[in-house]
Every structure is written in C-alpha cells, then in structure tokens.
Nanobody, 115 residues
C-alpha cells in the first residue's frame, strides 16, 4: 500500500516554477503526520533537506533554498505542498516527501530544470 503519493514534478526552464504535492494515506494516524517534509537528491549527491513543516505551521528550510521555495500544507487533506519559484538548473533532482516520525518516504518525483 502506497503511504505517500507525490505529484507535480516535471521539466521546466530556468526561472520557471513548479508546485509539488504529497498526500499521506488517510489510514496514517494524525500523530504521525505532525511534521511533513521535502528532501531532494541529485545524481551523485547525498539527499538533502529542502523544507519541513509541522501541523502548527512552523517551517524549516534548508540553506539551499535561498527564499525561492515555500512549503505549505492542508492538514485536513494530510497533504504538504512545495511551491518552487525561480528554479535553477542546480535544482534538478528527485524530490522526496518524508514523514520523519515514521521514517516514511515517498517514491520521489523528478524535477528537471533546463538552462
């Protein structure tokens, strides 16, 4: 059973925008969805933090973002979003949704930014 369903990746030109979504399965108890997050992994590199957000609205961003991305969530839908603006070729990676309390990862969605 798929626990985290990601969508929204794709190919975009530099300077463009994409919005990623990640929906957690409804059978996951709310207590385990207090924090939801996004990570990314580029070829040959380690997975790195993009952003996390808890159910109270507290956000944490990785240093790589430089104010270009915004994380948000809809608690009623168990869904977290990542709005990515001013994309750069170096943002090209597979983006993964994460539930840290369950060490649960999504299947990943590819984001490719062309120059």
């Amino acid at each position: 059973q798929v626990q985290l369903v990601e969508s929204g990746g794709g190919l975009v030109q530099a300077g463009g925008s994409l919005r990623l979504s990640c929906a957690a399965a409804r059978n996951i108890a709310k207590i385990y969805i207090n924090t939801m997050g996004w990570y990314r992994q580029a070829p040959g590199k380690q997975r790195e933090l993009v952003a996390t957000m808890d159910s109270f609205g507290n956000r944490n961003y990785g240093d790589i973002i430089e104010g270009r991305f915004t994380i948000s969530r809809d608690n009623a839908k168990n869904t977290v979003y990542l709005q990515m603006n001013s994309l750069k070729p170096e943002d090209t990676a597979v983006y993964y949704c994460n539930l840290p309390q369950l060490n649960l990862w999504g299947q990943g969605t590819q984001v490719t930014v062309s120059s």
